[in-house]
């Protein structure tokens, strides 16, 4: 059975909620639930003043409402399956390690912050700031995967270290900044400066992208491994065509000013001649 | 036990335990991966001679590959996993990284592994770069046609191998049709492997030698043309040629599966007689009984 907790009392502030998580609410009654502490501004409260608790805490947990301002729902979980039945707020599944968090809606700035295992699938929009570091952190993102469906903001996969974001929309400016290893994939349109910074790790794009002074053309060729993440999203659901499965990518290494050893392939859709 | 005229004799295959792994190759084109497949399974018909034995197990649809194109699968089998790992790491990175356009893949779950790719990644010389998706790790070693994508660790596993039939015929071109026959029925058997050329073995041997400087020698039993010196000859005065046809299969049942057609098949095709060679159950650790697989089949 599972644990429902479906919004009331919309917070008046921007409500932390950490306690919203497998990790917190594991074989807890409704009753038990609804007594975790969540903070409220500059108040703890507890999760009840805010929902209605119903069920088990024997199976997935769904939480229902417009969650805008309510942060932190799956922070450190490393098991277990959620489900957001609307928008939700800021620094979802932030440091998770496991289980998976589908979003029914957008989701606000910092999805996924430093998650380094599990899956968040947000079939909306992203805000800014997914799959990225806390300021100040030398890593962010090192392992496991942020799905998007919609449009990402800026910074997505920002100082990345390992694991996948795919966005099957746009993605605003510096996707992929500071990026030390991983995969971005983006379907849509990439904006400005995409891959500043980066050291090593892929960002892949299939539309043509303005390219930083800092990253040289290598070649145009079908990147067989691409082909194995590619197949894997159509897995999950996103809509990747024959022409991007079986296509051949431009090639092109960055940041020059950090190791060179990044790469961005971007889908050719014009033949196989290098790019004027 | 008669199969229409061709005599099955009551007597068993002594198998032996064996480790193996199964390599999933694709290629831009079906042409392609049998190339590779065909190079990285020549020289390995037997742990004798060749420290392996390998074989093409059944080519692959695209959409049955991790990367949807054209594909083969290929079985490699060895007496230890030590072996196994050795010589995976030598026929990838000699055989199928040098084929224009190929990938390859581990092809079995379980628990036991051998590095591959996190060996042959060297190769890429610092510019080797490392993927890791839904959990298995890959390597991009960058080549002269583009990159070889290849699997970190391939799956190891216990494994059968030294199945085995022999058929009698009248003479060589007799023979050869049966063995023929049977090879072409046993060839894509799921698990199975056929590791001699064509499938089939002409110079079938003994574990033993006058001379001391050799482990095994010709199988004088039989061998027809020592029927009159042979002290234990088991050739027939009507035969005139013997064939072999050895298997190695991931599990028991899938060197019985491939036993039974192929004997099927030979008797189909006018075997005289159809046996199996065996060291009188001392040596190998599995005895297949050529009358129960049969009657099994009937049933």
Redesign the interface.
Known sequence: MSLTFTLHTAPVVPLEAEALSPARLGGLSAAEAAKLVVVHGNRSAPLGEFFRVEGSGDGEIHVTGDLSHVKLIGAGMSEGRMVIHGPVGMHLGAGMTGGEILVEGDAGDWVGPEMSGGRIVVKGNAGHLAGSAIRGSPVGMQ?G?IVVFGHAGNEVGHLMR???IVVGGDTGDFTGVNLLAG?IIVLGQLGHRTGAGMK?G?IIGMHPAEMLPTFSYACT?????L???L??LRRLGLPITDAQ?NGSYQRWSGDAIELNRGELLLLDSGGTSAPV | MLIQATEIVDTFAEAFAMWAARLVITAETPEWALAAAQSMTGFATSVIGCKCEAGIEMPLAPEQTPDGRPGISVLLFAMNAEGVGKRLVERVGQCIMTCPSTACYNGLTGEQRVPVGSQLRYFGDRYQISKLLDGRRLWRVPVMDGEFLVDDQFGIQPAVGGGNILILGSDQVATLKAAEAAAAAMRGTPGAILPFPGGVVRSGSKPKSRYKFLHASTNDSYCPTLRGMSPETEVPEAAGSVLEIVIDGLDLAAVETAMRRGMQAAALAGALRITAGNYGGGLGQFQIHLHPLLAGAAA
């Open positions: 392992g995967e390992r694991g996948l995969t090593r892929s060729y079908r990147p067989v491994f082909r194995l993440y197949m894997h499965l």
